[in-house]
């Protein structure tokens, strides 16, 4: 079946250090690949997407680029702040519609924490 | 802008009691959907939804319920709620296929249910 796999956290980093979360993921076929963030106390927000390979998602100063032949989808920043404090999930969606439209599959999620 | 709601942030709820944990979502979405979220194992699926009346088990439906009388509101049920269910529960919903954004799931805040 399809899974995900990202990186273990937590990650703590200092203000301005670049960032790399990495994401793998298992499906057939060509899936759809999101990266939702999740700040304290709050529910999970769409921080970007990429539908085919070779796409870069971008939003808010992060990217990650939709890699086909790794099967990846790493989430980057080059300058992190103490805002983007959260847990940030990596997720697929296999769109086989049906009654399975667009279920989405999450990785376990990665807790970055910024010190100022 | 979507708004996905919860009836509740917190809720505590004793042992063998039956508890309804209430959605609303304000665009009109065929799709919904509960996870739940606990630490180290990210978010689950339990039940979704594509249609009024429609319901198709997740990963991990066992001790609940689902209902969808209505387009804009899904209802999780806990038939008879046990310590081990205890957990932050997430609602989500998405469009139809052939729309814009149409794998996209907009999340709601969430419940935080503790279970005495």
């Known amino acids: 079946g399809d899974s995900v796999t990202q990186m273990e956290g937590p990650v703590t980093l200092s203000e301005e250090a670049f960032l790399t979360i990495n994401c793998t993921y298992t499906a057939t076929g060509y899936p759809s690949l999101f990266w939702y963030v999740q700040y304290p106390g709050e529910g999970l927000q769409l921080l970007l997407k990429?539908?085919?390979?070779?796409d870069k998602g971008s939003n808010k100063g992060f990217e990650a680029t939709y890699r086909k032949e790794t099967t990846s989808f790493h989430l980057e920043k080059g300058s992190v702040q103490v805002s983007d404090s959260a847990v940030y999930f990596c997720a697929l969606s296999a769109g086989r519609g049906g009654g399975s439209n667009y279920k989405l599959t999450f990785g376990k999620g990665t807790l970055l924490t910024v010190n100022p | 802008d979507v708004k996905v709601t919860q009836s509740s942030r917190y809720l505590v709820k004793r042992t063998g009691e039956k508890v309804f944990l209430e959605c609303v979502q304000d665009?009109?979405?065929?799709?919904m959907f509960w996870y739940r979220q606990d630490p180290g194992l990210g978010l689950r699926l339990i039940y979704f939804s594509y249609d009024v009346k429609m319901k198709e088990k997740g990963d991990i439906p066992e001790g609940y319920s689902v209902s969808r009388e209505k387009k804009e509101r899904f209802s999780l049920i806990l038939e008879s709620a046990s310590t081990n269910q205890t957990s932050m529960y997430l609602c989500a919903s998405s469009p139809i296929p052939n729309t814009r954004n149409q794998e996209t799931q907009y999340f709601g805040p969430g419940t935080r249910l503790l279970v005495l």
């Open positions: 990429a539908t085919k390979a070779d």
């Open positions: 665009m009109d979405h065929e799709n």
